[in-house]
């Protein structure tokens, strides 16, 4: 059964200072992994997808890296409105999402 | 384009009642799901249509959960007798296509609670 374990469960962060997040995974024929952010009350927003390990993208002040084992989503210089839940999905071989139970975020001014 | 439209928006129901959700795709979408998300977890997939065939359901509890997905567009979730472990966010989503790399748009839920 494909698993997927985010650390850390919350994480608070003054504005401007850098941190990652971490996505583990245990996967049979790893398709694509993906990054969602949720805020409250709402669905999760599509942020990246990433498909082979050493691919990186980026998107304001988020990246995301992909290693063999394990995703990481960097934010860099975090502003308030970074403060949300972002969940890690992993897409495998049936392409069917298993989501991760998400690390919440929050930036404080 | 307009995204996924959910209703009811929230709902609570006293335990062994019946209830349903509904859920309008955006347009041209062929795949819809159906998520559970309990508070603190993430999305866990309950079904999954193409068209208006059902491509994966192995984890909805077929004892009480029901769904449906006519022509191919709006889709209802049905919960009948519901349990108190039933008080989640329940996600519709769809897609363009079912495949590789294919993003899903999320509606905004249904939290229902059951008392």
């Known amino acids: 059964e494909d698993q997927v374990t985010q650390s850390p469960e919350a994480l608070r962060l003054q504005e401007g200072e850098s941190s990652s997040l971490n996505c583990s995974y245990t996967?049979?024929?790893?398709?694509?992994l993906f990054w969602y952010r949720q805020d409250p009350g709402k669905g999760p927003e599509f942020l990246f997808t990433?498909?082979?390990a050493g691919e990186e993208k980026e998107k304001e002040r988020l990246k995301a890296t992909l290693t063999k084992k394990e995703s990481f989503l960097h934010i860099t210089a975090p502003k308030p409105e970074d403060s949300a839940t972002y969940l890690c999905?992993?897409?495998?071989?049936?392409?069917?999402?298993?989501f991760g139970a998400g690390t919440t975020v929050t930036v404080r001014a | 384009e307009a995204g996924v439209a959910q209703s009811p928006r929230y709902k609570i129901i006293e335990k062994r009642q019946s209830v349903a959700f509904w859920c309008n795709p955006i347009s041209g979408h062929a795949t819809l799901y159906w998520y559970q998300q309990i508070l603190g977890q993430g999305p866990k997939l309950l079904i999954q249509f193409q068209n208006n065939g059902v491509v994966d359901d192995s984890q909805l509890p077929k004892d009480r959960f029901s769904a449906e997905r006519l022509k191919g567009v709006d889709s209802t979730l049905k919960i009948q007798p519901a349990k108190l472990e039933d008080s989640a966010v329940y996600l519709c989503?769809?897609?363009?296509?079912?495949?590789?790399?294919?993003?899903?748009?999320f509606g905004s839920g249904t939290q229902l609670s059951v008392l």
């Open positions: 999905a992993v897409q495998a071989g049936d392409y069917k999402l298993s």
């Open positions: 990433l498909y082979s």
């Open positions: 996967v049979s024929g790893l398709r694509g």
């Open positions: 989503a769809s897609s363009r296509n079912r495949g590789l790399g294919e993003k899903l748009f």
